[in-house]
C-alpha cells in the first residue's frame, strides 16, 4: 500500500513557541492531505483539509491562526502549530488521500503520527 | 457523511475468529466501506475496503449484505498482535472525500 510518513515522530517544546510537522506521500502524489488530533483513549479528530495551492479547510472549532497549513507540492503538507500552549499537546496524525485508478475507488493512507508535548 | 455505530470493546483467545459489526444505516449510493486498524502511538493503517458482497485480502475479510447496512470485519485466527482499536469508516469514492472517525472497537486479544 502507500506510504505516508511525518516528521518529526515526537517533539517537545517550551509553551509560546511555534512547532512545524511535516507530512509526505512517499510514492504517491497526493492532492489533498488531512490533519487529525487525538487525545489519548480518543478517537481521531480531523482538523483541517489541506488541498495543494490552495487555503486549507478547517473543521469547526478549529484555529486557522494557531495552527498553520501549507500544501506546497503534491507530496507535502506542513502543520505548524504557533505560539503552543500545554492543553495543544496531542498526537498529530496525517492522512493523504490515494486516487483510485482504473475506476477503484480511492483511500486514505495515514502516517505514523507526531506526538507534541508542550511544556 | 454517513454515520456508523460499532460496540465499544470486544474481547477474544488467540486462535478464535472475531467477527466486528459495524452499522451504517445512512450510507450512500456511492460510499465504499474502510476498516482501519490502530495500534497506541500510530496512525490508522487501512485494512480492506469494500462496496458490496463479500471482500478478502492477507488479513480480513469483508462481508456487506445486499442493503449494505451494516458490515462485518471477520479477522481469522487472532493473535495478541491484533489486540487494537479497529475503525470502520464510509465516504464517497471520488471526489472530496472526508473521514469522519467513530469511537471504533477496541479488541483485546488474550492468551
Known amino acids: 500500500g502507500a506510504v505516508v510518513s511525518q516528521h518529526p515522530s515526537r517533539v517537545i517544546c517550551k509553551s509560546g513557541t511555534s512547532v512545524k510537522i511535516e507530512c509526505r506521500s512517499l510514492?504517491?502524489?497526493?492532492?489533498?492531505m488531512f490533519w487529525y488530533r487525538q487525545f489519548p483513549k480518543q478517537s481521531l479528530m480531523l482538523m483541517a483539509t489541506?488541498?495543494?495551492?490552495?487555503?486549507?479547510?478547517?473543521e469547526q472549532g478549529v484555529e486557522k491562526d494557531k495552527f498553520l497549513i501549507n500544501h506546497a507540492s503534491l507530496t507535502l503538507s506542513t502543520l505548524t502549530v504557533t505560539s503552543a500552549h500545554p492543553e495543544d499537546s496531542s498526537f498529530y496524525i496525517c492522512?493523504?488521500?490515494?486516487?483510485?485508478?482504473?475506476?477503484?475507488?480511492?483511500?486514505?493512507?495515514f502516517g505514523p503520527g507526531t506526538r507534541l508535548t508542550v511544556l | 457523511l454517513a454515520k456508523t455505530t460499532q460496540p465499544i470493546s470486544m474481547d477474544s483467545y488467540e486462535g478464535q475468529e472475531v467477527n466486528i459489526t459495524c452499522s451504517h444505516n445512512?450510507?450512500?449510493?456511492?460510499?465504499?466501506i474502510t476498516w482501519y486498524q490502530q495500534f497506541p502511538s500510530q496512525g490508522p493503517r487501512f485494512i480492506i475496503q469494500g462496496y458490496k458482497t463479500k471482500v478478502t485480502n492477507e488479513v480480513a475479510s469483508l462481508f456487506i449484505p445486499a442493503d449494505r447496512k451494516s458490515s462485518t470485519l471477520s479477522l481469522p485466527r487472532v493473535s495478541l498482535s491484533d489486540t487494537a482499536v479497529y475503525y470502520c469508516?464510509?465516504?464517497?469514492?471520488?471526489?472530496?472525500?472526508?473521514?469522519?472517525f467513530g469511537t471504533g472497537t477496541r479488541l483485546l486479544v488474550s492468551p
Open positions: 510514492d504517491f502524489q497526493a492532492t489533498t
Open positions: 469508516l464510509v465516504g464517497v469514492d471520488t471526489g472530496f472525500q472526508k473521514l469522519v
Open positions: 489541506s488541498n495543494e495551492g490552495s487555503k486549507a479547510t478547517y
Open positions: 445512512n450510507i450512500a449510493t456511492n460510499d465504499y
Open positions: 492522512s493523504a488521500r490515494d486516487l483510485g485508478g482504473a475506476g477503484g475507488p480511492d483511500t486514505q493512507y
